[in-house]
Structures are given as structure tokens and as C-alpha cells.
Antibody, heavy 119, light 113 residues
């Protein structure tokens, strides 16, 4: 059974870049879309974007070009960078796997990691 | 963006009674060429990530009890828990995977009365 684990700093200063990595174990990163989702009390669940194992991406336009995702198939990891963060970016960040194929639900999730934006 | 609106925001149901959650999308999530609704339901318990319950509006995931059922098509969907159990206390979310960005409903909190 595939498992996902987020890692990265829990505290980021305003205007800096949030960086998170998701490590996939128990399965290959190949042939799937990999997703970042965040959850904050004010905005509920928000899809940040996804990356295919080949590196092609699709991001939420609401994040106005601040998002970059990457994938490292040799390490079975994918990553998220969110630049110019503000307090509004404080949330629990989840990585997830989209079921194999396009336009499908998310069938495996990491436990989530809380990122707080504060000076 | 496709806006997903759930109702109610919360509900309290007696053990063994039926719980019904509604989800409405701002545009149809039915893809005519394959006649499938790109709509899923998740269950989230405190301190846990969401868990996939139902996909394609009514297809239960493996291991999900049959007291959970999904229905609806186009823009209006329902999640029904036919006989609420204590372990069903959670927040339930609908989500569309028809368009980009993927969007979620605001969640419905189910509690025991």
C-alpha cells in the first residue's frame, strides 16, 4: 500500500518561500499524478496543483504564479514551492496521489504538515 | 472555477438514523461522452487526512460500508448514511474532478444527536 509523507519547515517568515517535499513509499511515483492540497480554517480544502511523474504541471490560478512543483523519480519524491507567502498561506499542507489516469479522485493522502507563516 | 456548495454545514443525527448531505456544483460535472459524473466524496476525521469514500458520484471505494451511498447527476448530488454509527462522526466533503482547478465543498460536519 502506497504511503506518502510530507516534510519541510513548520514555520516560514512572511515574503519568504515555503518548501515542502513528499516522499512516496510502497509504490512507484511513475504513471501517476501527484497532488498538493492545503486546508486552512478560513478556506477549507484548496487544491494547489498537480504534477505528473514526467514533470508536467497544472496549478491553481488563484495562487497567481507563486507555485512551483517538481518531481524526482530517482528518489520517489515530489516537491512544492510557494513563494512570497503571507499569513493567508498558513495551513495544513497535504500531498496526495491521484488515481492512475487523468481526471480522477485522490486515493492516497499523506498525514499533512502544518505550515505557519509568521515573523 | 466550479463552485461546490454543500448543505447543511452541520447536522446531528441519532445513532441508527439516516444522515443526508447535499452538494451542488455551479456547473455540470457530467461528462456526456462517457456519461460519468466527476464527483467524489471524502470523509475526514479529526487529525486525519480526508479519506476517499465514493467516486463517480455513486461508486463506493473498497472497504467502505454499504450504509454509505451516493446519488445524483449533473449539478446535484447527495451522500446518504443510511444508519449512522458512532464511527461515522466526521466532516464530509464533496469534490469535483471535472475541471481545473479541482474544487471542494466547504464540508458538512456530522455529529451524534
Amino acid at each position: 500500500q502506497v504511503q506518502l509523507q510530507e516534510s519541510g519547515p513548520g514555520l516560514v517568515k512572511p515574503s519568504e518561500t515555503l518548501s515542502l517535499t513528499c516522499t512516496v513509499s510502497g509504490g512507484s511515483i511513475s504513471s501517476y499524478y501527484w497532488v498538493w492540497i492545503r486546508q486552512s480554517p478560513g478556506k477549507g480544502l484548496e487544491w494547489i496543483g498537480h504534477i505528473y511523474y514526467t514533470g508536467s504541471t497544472n496549478y491553481n490560478p488563484s495562487l497567481k504564479g507563486r507555485v512551483t512543483m517538481s518531481v524526482d523519480t530517482s528518489k520517489n519524491q515530489f516537491s512544492l514551492k510557494l513563494s512570497s507567502v503571507t499569513a493567508a498561506d498558513t495551513a495544513v499542507y497535504y500531498c496526495a496521489r491521484q488515481r492512475r489516469g487523468e481526471n480522477l479522485p485522490f486515493d492516497s493522502w499523506g498525514q499533512g504538515t502544518l505550515v505557519t507563516v509568521s515573523s | 472555477d466550479i463552485v461546490m456548495t454543500q448543505s447543511p454545514d452541520s447536522l446531528a443525527v441519532s445513532l441508527g438514523e439516516r444522515a443526508t448531505i447535499n452538494c451542488k456544483s455551479s456547473q455540470s460535472v457530467l461528462y456526456s461522452p462517457n456519461n460519468k459524473n466527476y464527483l467524489t466524496w471524502y470523509q475526514q476525521k479529526p487529525g486525519q487526512p480526508p479519506k476517499l469514500l465514493i467516486s463517480w458520484a455513486f461508486t463506493r471505494e473498497s472497504g467502505v460500508p454499504d450504509r454509505f451511498s451516493g446519488s445524483g447527476s449533473g449539478t446535484d448530488f447527495t451522500l446518504t448514511i443510511s444508519s449512522l454509527q458512532a464511527e461515522d462522526v466526521a466532516v464530509y466533503y464533496c469534490q469535483q474532478y471535472y475541471g481545473i482547478p479541482r474544487t471542494f465543498g466547504q464540508g458538512t460536519k456530522v455529529e451524534i444527536k
